[in-house]
Nanobody, 115 residues
C-alpha cells in the first residue's frame, strides 16, 4: 500500500514563499512520477507541476517561473518551492504518486495567500 503525505502549507502574504513536501512510502519511489495538483474552493482540481523518474519537470503556465518542483529519492520526498505567491494560489495542494499499479493521492495541505 502506497502512502502519501503532504506537508508545509500555511498562511503567507502575497509575494512570499512556501515549500511543500510530499513524502511517499510503499513503492519504488525513484521509479515514480510525481505530480502536484491544487483545488481552490468552488473550483476543479488542477494540475500544477510534475517531475518524472528521470527528473524531467513540467509546469502549468500559471506557475511557471514562480514554482519549482524537485525530488530527493534518498528521502522518498518531492518538494514544491513556491515563490512570489499570489492570492490566486490559495488552494489545497495535493500530491499524486504515479506507480505501475495505480495512482495514489495524499490528503492535501492548505496554502492561503493573503493580500
Amino acid at each position: 500500500q502506497v502512502q502519501v503525505v503532504e506537508s508545509g502549507g500555511g498562511l503567507v502574504q502575497a509575494g512570499g514563499s512556501l515549500r511543500l513536501s510530499c513524502a511517499a512510502s510503499g513503492s519504488t519511489f525513484s521509479d515514480n512520477a510525481i505530480d502536484w495538483y491544487r483545488q481552490a474552493p468552488g473550483k476543479q482540481r488542477e494540475w500544477v507541476a510534475g517531475i518524472g523518474s528521470r527528473f524531467f519537470t513540467n509546469y502549468a503556465d500559471s506557475v511557471k517561473g514562480r514554482f519549482t518542483v524537485s525530488r530527493d529519492n534518498a528521502k522518498n520526498t518531492v518538494y514544491l518551492q513556491m515563490n512570489s505567491l499570489k492570492p490566486e494560489d490559495t488552494a489545497v495542494y495535493y500530491c499524486r504518486v504515479v506507480t505501475g499499479v495505480g495512482n495514489y493521492w495524499g490528503q492535501g495541505t492548505q496554502v492561503t495567500v493573503s493580500t
